[in-house]
């Protein structure tokens, strides 16, 4: 069985940067798509993008595709959100899940707690 804790979130202006971390223990990830995913009460679950095993495939949504960029390190069982010209509307609860946009679908994943990420003077 995977656990994944994620980290790196906070409070951060608009237009800043900040980098999510989720590391995986447990089961071996490093040959599945990996995700990140966000949540808020407004919206509810958002993609965000997703990243291939190998870490040579990458996709990302639309809101928030040329600012975020996803990538992986195997050996560190890592996956990364690195999220540059942050906006309010970015502010969400971000997770990771084991799988890519299709398993996020199917709505059955194994995601981590999360971490916030709130965007704001």
């Known amino acids: 069985q995977v656990q994944l804790v994620e980290s790196g979130g906070g409070l951060v202006q608009p237009g800043g940067s900040l980098r999510l971390s989720c590391v995986a223990s447990?089961?071996?990830?490093?040959?599945?798509?990996m995700s990140w995913v966000r949540q808020t009460d407004e919206k509810g679950l958002e993609w965000v993008a997703d990243?291939?095993?190998?870490?040579?495939?990458?996709s990302y949504a639309d809101s928030v595709k040329g600012r975020f960029t996803i990538s992986r390190d195997n050996a560190k069982k890592t996956l990364y959100l690195q999220m540059s010209s942050l906006k309010a509307e970015d502010t969400a609860l971000y997770f990771c899940i084991r799988g890519g946009s299709i398993t996020f679908e199917s709505g059955v994943y194994v995601r981590g707690q999360g971490t916030q990420v709130t965007v704001s003077t």
């Open positions: 447990g089961s071996s990830v490093s040959m599945y798509y």
């Open positions: 990243i291939s095993g190998d870490g040579d495939s990458t």
